[in-house]
């Protein structure tokens, strides 16, 4: 079936070093959306991209949509400690606006 | 202050027995939606509402009911037909209850953590 797939599961990394998580789609998507979960909370959404090739940044958070719109990226720069959380991409799969989210990537900050 | 809230946090129950889990939103937005979360599989649709006194199925509908009698209100009942009802709970609401390109960012609830016993 259809399906948002992003790797990897899980993320440990030194702080101060980069971090990404990638996003796939079987179908190609009209737009993709990123949350973030912090560990005991809920999703707080982050950006939603629209137009192939799309690059936004955010402080040292960089998101990329793929040209065919069928994959994105977040990138995040030198990570903090505060950047610990499950990262979730999410697109809308069903012909309609809803998104299906991924399974997520946890990053695990080590300080 | 505008937002989505969610009761109770921690919920506890016999198997067997039904329980409702409440969701209130004073964001003025037609869409709202419920999602089941377990470890490592991400966010799963239960089901979603575009408009009022309208709703609809998602992924893993199965033993679960809701109803959208009003447009702040969206609650979910988790009945003994559920086979693993322990999960942690959240709704969400969007904006937007249609089009493919409006923008349809999700403002999520604190969650409930349902724990069969």
């Known amino acids: 079936g259809q399906q948002v797939m992003q790797i990897p599961q899980y993320q440990h990394v030194q702080e101060g070093e980069d971090f990404t998580t990638y996003c796939n789609s079987s179908?190609?998507?009209?737009?993709i959306q990123w949350y973030k979960q912090r560990p005991g909370g809920h999703p707080v959404f982050l950006i939603q991209?629209?137009?192939?090739?799309e690059v936004k940044k955010q402080k040292r958070l960089t998101f990329q949509f793929g040209e065919a719109k069928k994959n994105s990226s977040l990138h995040i720069t030198a990570t903090q400690t505060t950047d610990v959380g499950t990262y979730f991409c999410?697109?809308?799969?069903?012909?309609?606006?809803?998104?299906?989210f991924g399974r997520g990537t946890s990053l695990i900050v080590h300080p | 202050d505008g937002g989505i809230t969610q009761s109770p946090k921690y919920l506890f129950r016999k198997e067997g027995q039904n329980v409702t889990l409440s969701c209130e939103q004073n964001?003025?937005?037609?869409?709202m939606y419920w999602y089941r979360q377990d470890p490592g599989q991400g966010l799963r649709l239960i089901y979603y509402?575009?408009?009022?006194?309208?709703?609809q199925k998602g992924d893993i509908a199965e033993g679960y009911s809701v109803s959208r009698e009003k447009k702040e209100s969206f609650p979910l009942t988790v009945t003994s037909a559920q086979k693993n009802p322990t999960a942690f709970y959240l709704c969400?609401?969007?904006?937007?209850?249609?089009?493919?390109?409006?923008?349809?960012?999700?403002?999520f609830g604190p969650g409930t953590r349902l724990t069969v016993l």
């Open positions: 999410a697109g809308p799969l069903r012909g309609s606006y809803i998104p299906t």
């Open positions: 964001l003025n937005h037609d869409a």
């Open positions: 509402s575009q408009i009022v006194n309208d709703f």
């Open positions: 179908t190609t998507l009209s737009n």
């Open positions: 969400a609401s969007s904006p937007s209850g249609s089009g493919i390109s409006s923008y349809n960012e999700q403002f």
């Open positions: 991209l629209v137009k192939s090739g």
